[in-house]
């Protein structure tokens, strides 16, 4: 069975009998993207003599419609794809159809792999050449997205890694502070992150603090071994932080007063947990 992990891995001859698979499926999506018909073929030169041969030559020689499309136009339909297997069949098909392939990646503005059994390669493969990638999911899901720190080192270097405005690696349990921070360095132009249900600690809070001024909303769902000093260094360096999910955390109740104090505008998620910390500040002191 084709999966993703097949990308730009086949042959480039034509294999025959997949090519049929997809012609269905583009042949609809061609309803929705060419707007202007194909050119027929040149006429057929008449000779008496000849006519029988120049039909067969023209039927041996005559291109196939849908193989005369440009590479820029099929980069176009493939964009519509949203299956990652649909793309990884596309790409086996022939040498065309995989540039193709490679061509709309880089038109991407968003790629997720929630829901997809992935690893350190495979998603590397799929996003190295996706050039204008804005928003970048990469959470576990029931079937185990598999990305390591090896992934995330490997990620680091795509050109689009400086350009991501969300990033998430929700429940990714095998990445450590030392990936996590080899990404997030990059990633200057971050606005959403979600990390929750990770081992981190405070040494990536403090890379995102140092690299991430931009950063809006973060959500460190689990993160048990995040303390007071990580998110105080987070709030005081991410002055448009304005939403932390802090649900499961083993973090002091006056941690987030002072967090609020510091900026006021600054959204604690769940909502109970700041109305906690209120009844906990209205109790006499004998």
């Known amino acids: 069975m084709t999966t993703p992990d097949t990308f730009y891995q086949s042959p480039d001859s034509y294999t025959v009998l997949k090519r049929p698979l997809f012609l269905p499926l583009l042949s609809r999506l061609f309803e929705s993207a060419i707007t202007t018909t194909l050119p027929k073929p040149s006429r057929l030169p008449f000779?008496?003599?000849?006519?029988?041969?120049?039909?067969?030559?023209?039927?041996?020689?005559?291109?196939?419609?849908?193989?005369?499309?440009?590479?820029?136009?099929?980069?176009?339909?493939?964009?519509l794809l949203t299956c990652f297997k649909d793309?990884?069949?596309?790409?086996?098909?022939?040498?065309?159809?995989?540039?193709?392939?490679?061509?709309?990646?880089?038109?991407?503005?968003?790629?997720?792999?929630?829901?997809?059994?992935?690893d350190d390669d495979s998603i590397t493969r799929l996003v190295l050449p996706a050039y204008n990638l804005k928003e970048l999911d990469i959470s576990k899901s029931r079937w185990g997205c598999q990305i390591t720190d090896n992934g995330l080192y490997q990620l680091s270097s795509a050109k689009c890694v400086s350009n991501l405005s969300s990033i998430s690696l929700w429940g990714m349990a095998a990445i450590t502070d030392k990936g996590v921070v080899q990404l997030i360095s990059r990633a200057t132009s971050l606005q959403h992150l979600n990390i929750g249900g990770t081992f981190i600690t405070d040494e990536s809070l403090f890379a995102i603090a140092?690299?991430?001024?931009?950063?809006?909303?973060?959500?460190?769902?689990?993160?048990?071994?995040?303390?007071?000093?990580?998110?105080?260094?987070?709030?005081?360096?991410?002055?448009?932080?304005?939403?932390?999910?802090?649900?499961?955390?083993?973090?002091?109740?006056?941690c987030f007063m002072v967090l609020v104090t510091i900026s006021p505008a600054l959204q604690i998620q769940p909502k109970g947990l700041l109305l906690s910390v209120e009844r906990v500040g209205m109790l006499p002191v004998f």
Do not use: Y
């Open 210 to 254: 140092n690299s991430c001024p931009h950063l809006k909303s973060i959500i460190l769902w689990g993160c048990r071994h995040v303390t007071e000093s990580g998110l105080l260094a987070l709030v005081n360096k991410c002055r448009k932080l304005g939403s932390i999910n802090a649900w499961g955390m083993r973090v002091p109740l006056h």
């Open 87 to 118: 793309l990884a069949q596309a790409s086996s098909v022939c040498r065309k159809w995989k540039q193709g392939v490679k061509q709309s990646l880089a038109r991407r503005e968003k790629l997720s792999f929630a829901g997809w059994t992935m």
């Open 47 to 79: 000779g008496l003599e000849n006519v029988g041969l120049e039909l067969e030559g023209m039927r041996k020689n005559e291109e196939a419609e849908i193989d005369r499309l440009p590479i820029d136009l099929l980069a176009n339909i493939f964009v």
